[in-house]
């Protein structure tokens, strides 16, 4: 299984990104994804967002209304669009993959940095 991450870069307060996972190994369309992310500094890796395999979406309270989580399954493709970033939004984001035998499966990462 390979998740690999992109769009990470560094964009200025207020600014928009679009982050990209894309999948390969696993039955896509029978699996949960999600972004986490992580701070450096932090040991841990909070969610932002997950999509179930049937497109309910959760989010953080922090990006709500600010990120919107989104799949193709026919590009085995999961999608983070964030807009009006904050500094705070800054970290490594992280492609997690749940397959439908609840394996997990993780991407290494890609980085967003806010900063004026």
């Known amino acids: 299984v390979q998740l690999v991450e992109s769009g990470g870069g560094l964009v200025q307060p207020g600014g928009s990104l679009s982050l990209s996972c894309a999948a390969s190994g696993i039955i896509f369309s029978r699996s949960a994804m999600g972004w986490y992310r992580q701070v450096p500094g932090k040991q841990r890796r909070e969610l932002v967002a997950?999509?179930?395999?049937?497109?309910?979406?959760n989010y953080a309270d922090s990006v709500k209304g600010r990120f919107t989580i989104s799949r193709d399954n026919a590009k085995n493709t999961v999608y983070l669009q964030m807009n009006s970033l904050k500094p705070e939004d800054t970290a490594v984001y992280y492609c997690k993959g749940t397959s439908f035998l609840r394996n997990e499966y993780w991407g290494q990462g890609t980085q967003v940095t806010v900063s004026s």
């Open positions: 997950d999509i179930t395999s049937g497109g309910s979406t």
